[in-house]
């Protein structure tokens, strides 16, 4: 399976505190369900017990909204277009 990350997605990985790995593991790793405009969506559920923006926080949700671009049958390319992370 190919994990891309689009310009706009790596933006906001920063503007909300996940990491690459982070986003790949979720796409990989993570539950999957459909989203608008022809994407999906991928979710996990990090242990997190880190402080994020001065708060402590024990578990972080990582949401990467990708569409698929795979070439053909068997074959997994995914471009994440966006991320969204809940911290709690």
Same mark, same amino acid.
């Given at each position: 399976? !190919?994990? =891309? /990350? +689009?310009? +706009?997605? /790596?933006?906001?990985?920063?503007?909300?505190?996940?990491?690459?790995?982070?986003?790949?593991?979720?796409? =990989?790793?993570?539950?999957?369900?459909?989203?608008?405009?022809? =994407?999906?969506?991928?979710? +996990? !559920?990090?242990?997190?017990?880190? =402080?994020?923006?001065?708060?402590?926080?024990?578990?972080?949700?990582?949401?990467?909204?990708?569409?698929?671009?795979?070439?053909?049958?068997?074959?997994?390319?995914?471009?994440?277009?966006?991320? /969204?992370?809940? +911290?709690?």
């Amino acid at each position: 399976m !190919t994990v =891309r /990350i +689009h310009p +706009h997605a /790596i933006g906001r990985m920063k503007e909300r505190g996940c990491t690459r790995a982070e986003v790949e593991y979720a796409v =990989r790793h993570g539950s999957r369900s459909p989203a608008q405009f022809d =994407r999906t969506g991928f979710k +996990h !559920t990090f242990a997190y017990n880190r =402080r994020w923006l001065g708060k402590l926080y024990r578990r972080k949700s990582v949401e990467a909204y990708a569409v698929d671009e795979s070439p053909g049958e068997g074959e997994e390319d995914w471009l994440v277009v966006t991320v /969204i992370v809940k +911290h709690f």
